[in-house]
């Protein structure tokens, strides 16, 4: 998981750039990057690290230029202490491209390979986002004729880029000399949107984005989601041409964004954030009820922030004190994408503290988006214990996460996911809870997708069902001895 941007303006567009990724940093903490193009000649500047942390005035003065993208990173490929494995990534053939990338690749071992012995192709980082880019300046090359480039030849390079690679990828990249380039994976696994905004002298102006609230924030208006496989290329002057470049496309979201990763006050493919939120509590309510012994719940408490909408609904539904007993430090990064085990154990007690006045004597319910390592939810139950709760029942807004999540967000041992090769009450044990319930995948799926047209999402981490057909059980092996070695 990762946030991008990129924008297509009449004036600089450093800020711009700028102030998106800070919209954007709850989609990644560990690096950060942003690059511009002033005519043929890029800038670009990146470092470890949040937005206000990573860029200085200096940086901020040398990226000139009215065209840019950036991206904050949370690591699921590469090394999250190396420097130079943030995005974006550069090559200087042909005509120079930037790029940045939010998903995961699963045939890098063949990319590498090809890369080495086919295209003659040197990678010096061991991030997939770097084998994207030279897979597309590969194929663009191959579509060059004279010194020209029109939108045909970049659109017939991104159906073959959709040939090669495998995996999820929301992509945008800049073209020195001729524009913006943006591109989905043929399922739309991760999300992309495309917003648009006049100027005074009447002249277009385009932004891609992960999501819609840095549209909004900037007064764009929202055209429309970037389609599965769609490739859209915005000229230096605004012109928006746009293609679809897949055989087959098909819409399949990952549910993850609407669990936990996206900001609530988002809408992508068509759904708000908050709204499906609010629905999975209407439905975990009714789980809740059909499980939880009667009386074992005097109060409702969600986990801040992303699980709050849910609590509230099942709060209002079950007809129990809505409390919120948990305060959050707002100063402290998300748990769940702290890139080490023990930094994620050392984290949770700075995060959160609990207020004993709202836990002393009572039957606890506690609401959290989801639970996937079990680290943070077994250190929440015993700070609800140490406040002073007499029981605990732990309820999970999404099913059990039993499976690794290989399109871009870090679960990828099936060791680490608490919920893996354990049944309900076995996790509950692991907690140290009184009960634990959780979310049908079924209610799941229907309240993210309820009134779209939707059929489908990536649920293969609560499924093990993954929607690119590709992910065997030799590649789960593989990436868990990779993650463990």
Known sequence: MCGIVGIVSTEPVNQQVYDSLLLLQHRGQDSTGIATADGPVFHMAKARGQVREAFRTRDMRSLMGNIGLGHVRYTTKGAAEREEEAQPFYVNAPYGIILVHNGNLTNTRELSEDLFRIDRRHVNSTSDTEMLLNVLATELQGQITGLDLDPDQVFAAVEQVHERVEGSYAVIALIAGHGLLAFRDPFGIRPLILGRRLTSKGKEEWIVASESLVLENGDYEIVRDVLPGEAIFIT??????????????????????????????????????????????????????????????????????????????????????????????????????????????????????????????????????????????????????????????????????????????????????????????????????????????????????????????????????????????????????????
């Not at 470049?245 to 908050?274: H, Q, T, W």
Request: net charge neutral.
């Open 236 to 485: 230096l002057d605004g012109q928006m041409i746009s293609r679809q470049c897949a055989k087959n496309p098909r819409l399949v979201p990952c549910s993850f964004e609407y669990v936990y990763l996206a900001r609530p006050d988002s809408v992508m493919n068509g759904i708000s954030v908050y709204e499906s939120r609010l629905r999975m509590g209407d439905r975990l309510a009714d789980t809740i009820a059909r499980h939880m012994p009667l009386g074992d719940a005097d109060v409702v408490m969600p986990i801040p922030d992303s699980s709050r909408p849910s609590a509230m609904q099942v709060a209002q539904k079950l007809g129990i004190e809505y409390r919120e007993g948990f305060y959050k430090n707002r100063y402290v990064g998300r748990t769940f994408i702290m890139p080490g085990q023990s930094e994620r154990k050392r984290s949770v007690r700075q995060k959160l503290n609990a207020m004993g006045t709202e836990f002393r004597g009572k039957n606890i319910l506690i609401v959290d988006d989801s639970i996937v390592r079990g680290t943070t939810s077994q250190q929440i139950v015993q700070m609800a214990r140490d406040a002073g709760a007499n029981k605990v029942t732990f309820a999970s807004a999404a099913p059990p996460v039993r499976f690794p999540h290989v399109y871009g967000i870090n679960m990828p041992s099936r060791q680490e996911l608490i919920a893996h090769g354990r049944k309900i009450p076995e996790i509950a044990a692991e907690l140290r809870a009184d009960h634990m319930i959780y979310q049908e995948v079924a209610d799941l799926q229907a309240a993210i997708t309820e009134g779209t047209s939707i059929d489908a999402l990536d649920l293969s981490c609560f499924t093990g069902d993954y929607v690119t057909g590709t992910v065997t059980e030799e590649y789960l092996s593989w990436v868990e001895q990779t993650q463990l070695s």
